[in-house]
C-alpha cells in the first residue's frame, strides 16, 4: 500500500478530508524549500504538492509561473528537488509527497533513470501535466512497479470516456481541476463541482481531489462536501511572495483556519 492510499484510507475512518497544499520547490529560496513543507504539515497538510520548476508552465497562472521564475533564477532543476525530498524525510517518513511538473525535466533525466531516483528519494506520486494517459501507459506502469502513483487531472471539459480512461490509469487520487483555465485564474464554480465529482466518482474507486481556485476556508470547506481533498497551491504561493521572510509564519497563518474548518465540518 503506498503512503498516499494509506493517507486516504486513515481519513475516510476518522471522517475527514485531505488538505493537499502545493508550493514550488526553490521558492522562494532553496534553502526555504525545507522548511516550508514541515510547516505545512505542522499546519495540518495531510499530503504535499510539490511544483518542479519549469520554464514553460502552460498550466499555471501568473502567481505559480512567478514562484517558479524565482526558482529558476536559483538554479533550481528537478534532481535539486528530489535531493530536497530526500532531506524531508530524514525528518518525516510519514507525510505523502507528489511531484507536480511537466514532462521535459523528465524525458532530460529519463523515465528509467528518473522513477528510481525518485523512489529512493521518497516521491509518493507524480502529476505530469503534459502526459495524457493515452500517451503515457508505459510511463504509469512503470511509475506503479516502483510504488509511485501516477495521478492524473481531469477538467470540466473532461468526456466519458477521458474520465474512464484516467481512472484506469490513475492511482492514489484523480485530480479535478475545478476551472477552464491555468492555476489561480477565473471563478471557482461551486455548482459545478457538484455536479461533476459524482460523475468521476460513478467511475472510479480512487479518491478525488479538487485543485484550481480554491482560495479560503470557506471555497475549501464547500469544495469538500462532495471531494474528498482539496489542493490550495496559488493562494498559498501569494503568501510567501508577500513576505519572503516570514513565509513559515505566514504559510501556517493561512493553512490552519482551512484545517479547522474541514475539521469542524467533516470530522466526527
Given at each position: ?14 471522517k ?5 497544499p502545493?508550493?514550488?520547490a ?6 526555504m524549500?525545507?522548511?516550508l513543507?514541515?510547516?505545512l ?64 525535466p523528465?524525458?532530460?533525466i ?8 525518485a ?8 502529476i ?64 459545478e ?65 482551512i484545517?479547522?474548518?474541514l ?6
Open positions: 500500500m503506498s503512503r498516499i492510499q494509506g493517507r486516504f484510507e486513515a481519513l475516510a475512518k476518522a475527514r478530508k485531505a488538505l493537499i502545493y508550493i514550488t526553490g521558492d522562494p529560496t532553496p534553502s524549500s525545507v522548511p513543507l514541515h510547516a504539515v505542522d499546519a495540518g497538510a495531510d499530503i504535499l504538492e510539490l511544483g518542479v520548476p519549469f520554464s514553460d508552465p502552460m498550466a499555471d497562472g501568473p502567481v505559480v509561473q512567478r514562484s517558479g521564475e524565482r526558482a529558476l533564477k536559483h538554479g533550481v532543476g528537478l534532481s535539486d528537488v528530489l535531493g530536497m525530498v530526500g532531506e524531508f524525510r530524514r525528518r518525516d517518513n510519514a507525510t505523502p509527497i507528489v511531484l507536480m511538473g511537466y514532462a521535459n523528465i524525458e532530460a529519463g523515465t528509467a533513470r528518473f522513477l528510481p531516483q523512489k529512493a528519494a521518497g516521491i509518493d506520486g507524480v505530469v501535466v503534459d502526459y495524457p494517459p493515452e500517451e503515457c501507459v508505459e510511463f504509469a506502469q512503470a511509475a506503479k512497479q516502483h510504488d509511485i502513483d501516477p495521478i492524473f487531472l481531469l477538467a470540466p471539459t473532461s468526456t466519458e470516456k477521458r474520465i474512464h480512461e484516467v481512472a484506469r490509469c490513475g492511482s492514489g487520487y484523480l485530480y479535478y481541476v475545478s476551472l477552464r483555465g491555468v492555476t489561480g485564474a477565473g471563478h471557482l464554480d461551486l455548482s463541482v457538484s455536479k461533476r465529482i459524482p460523475q468521476i466518482r460513478a467511475a472510479t474507486k480512487l479518491p478525488i481531489g479538487v485543485g484550481f481556485g480554491i482560495r479560503d476556508a470557506e471555497s475549501a470547506r464547500r469544495v469538500a462536501e462532495t471531494a474528498d481533498a482539496v489542493v490550495i497551491g496559488s493562494r498559498l504561493i501569494q503568501e510567501i511572495e508577500a513576505a519572503p521572510a516570514e513565509a513559515l509564519t505566514r504559510v501556517k497563518s493561512f493553512l490552519r483556519p484545517r479547522q474548518a475539521d469542524a465540518s467533516f470530522s466526527k
